[in-house]
């Protein structure tokens, strides 16, 4: 429910070569929701292989004048350091995905 929008997109990764990332609009600027509970809501909604490792937040998604997701666009900004990962703090005793 903190959640306004998201966005999912392939994140660059050394190892994997992708990893799956999640990014976010708070509903309210400046509230941002707990990285743990949004593991925990994808867990129980998506299938594993699609939950997100990473999770970032930002203000605004970059739309072309037609109102299309520039998904691109947010993998360059991760890839520039202009959207950096929030860490997902996970409980003691609960596993990660």
Known sequence: PDIGQVAVVGVPDRYWGDQVGGITIPKVAGAL???????????????????????????????????????????????AGLLTPVTRDVPAGRKSA
């Open 33 to 79: 929701p707990d990285v743990a509970a949004l593991h925990d809501f994808a867990r129980e909604n998506l299938a594993a292989y699609k939950i997100p490792n990473l999770w970032y937040f930002t203000d605004a998604f970059p739309f072309t004048e037609t109102g299309k997701l520039q998904k691109f666009k947010l993998v360059d900004a991760i890839q």
